[in-house]
Every structure is written in C-alpha cells, then in structure tokens.
C-alpha cells in the first residue's frame, strides 16, 4: 500500500507517519517544509519504508513538475493521500494583514487542492483521499475570536471534500474529510493557551490512519466530525 501523508513535520502528521510505518506493508512519502525534521521522521522509522520530500505548499504552483517528478519516480500508484498540513494566525480579523490571511488560504485550502490535482493520475479504483478540516470549519459548531480566516479556509477544504467525492466517483476514488476538535499540538496551544486537549497526536494519529485505510468502505463526500468536548 502506497501513502502520502502531507504536512509530516510534526504534530499530528508525524504521529501518522510513525505509526503508519510500524506496518512493513505501507510505503510512505512525507512531505514537509523542515527537511531536518523529515530527516529525524525517516530515520526513526526503522522499517525502511519511509522517504520524504521537502516541499512548501504554498509555492505548489511554482514547483508542480519537480514535485510531480519526485512522486512517480517513487510510486507507480498511490492508494491513500492524507492532507494534514496547515498554517494559523490568530488574530481578530480587522487586524490581520492580507499577506497573513493569503498564508492560511494558501496553506489549508489551495495547496491541498494542487497537491490533490498532481496526485489524482496516480490513484486507482478503491484509493482514498482524506483531507483534515477543523470543527474551527464545521458548520454549526462553536466559533471563536481570532480565528475567523483560519476557520474559513478550513470550511473551504470540506466543502471543496464533499464535492470532489462527486467528480471522482466514476473513477472509483473515495473523498472525505476529518474536522478534527482539540488535539494537543503546537497549533492547539498558539490557538488556545492554558487548554489542556483530552487527545494527543498519538491517538489522533491512531484514528486516522485506521480511518484512512478503512473510512472508504463506509463514507464517500462526508464531512464527520472528530471531537470529544468544546474547543
């Protein structure tokens, strides 16, 4: 089994990867602006079965075909793509630069969305595409102060899930999203400080990944929810 797991640096995103690597089955490329940090990731994986790939998604557009390159040179196919990378400013929206709000846009929805595009041609029938949203993003659910574009991208990113689902359907290809609540990550803390999250990366990490290999079985376009309490 072929994954790509997006925004692999740390956080939640290297909790999957470890995890996903202790299974000699799974092939995996990491993907991540700190390359040293990716570099730690692979080496801890002592499988074999992890390679990364230094990449900012918010300059997709300006590296498709070296990205694209870097990928099928590696996999012939890709089973499952995990799209967990993301950017945060907190800050009330009449004081947040255009340049900042740009960022988190970039980060949490157009890149996603690009990276996507260069991976479609590689994923057969039965493969699975999970994109992580926030409750941040989840229509309905509690908003908070200073967080409105960050929330806004992360809607973007569900709606764009649920959508996609529908084009991709005749191709065989499951589409769906997590809207994560509170896990304590370094976002988390920026986001909220003093709060103390009731999961880790670690068992955010296990859910996902079961999820990831399983959640096409039962969900096509689904938007669901994966929070315990408020934030």
Avoid: W
Avoid at 11 to 31: F, N, S
Avoid at 199 to 228: C, D, H, Q, T, W
């Amino acid at each position: 089994m072929n994954i790509i797991v997006n925004g692999a640096s740390k956080g939640i995103g290297r909790a999957l990867v470890l995890r996903m690597a202790a299974d000699k089955d799974k092939q995996i490329i990491a993907t991540g602006r700190n390359e040293s940090m990716l570099r730690e990731l692979q080496m801890e994986c002592l499988n074999g079965n992890v390679t990364y790939m230094k990449m900012d998604i918010t300059e997709m557009n300006k590296e498709m075909e070296v990205i694209r390159d870097q990928i099928f040179n590696r996999f012939s196919s890709v089973d499952i793509l995990i799209n967990l990378s993301g950017s945060l400013i907190v800050s009330d929206f009449m004081k947040l630069s255009d340049n900042d709000s740009r960022n988190m846009m970039e980060t949490n929805f157009f890149g996603p969305v690009n990276f996507i595009k260069l991976v479609v041609p590689l994923m057969p029938a039965g493969s699975h595409i999970v994109n992580i949203s926030s409750m941040g993003g989840f229509q309905g659910s509690s908003k908070y102060r200073g967080l409105a574009v960050y929330s806004a991208s992360k809607a973007a990113l569900s709606c764009f899930s649920e959508c996609l689902a529908v084009e991709l359907s005749e191709s065989g290809i499951s589409v769906n999203c997590l809207a994560l609540g509170s896990v304590q990550t370094g976002m988390f803390e920026k986001a909220f400080p003093g709060f103390k999250a009731p999961v880790s990366p670690e068992g955010m990490a296990e859910f996902i990944s079961y999820f990831a290999v399983n959640g096409n079985k039962f969900f096509n376009g689904k938007v669901l929810p994966v929070a315990v309490n408020n934030p």
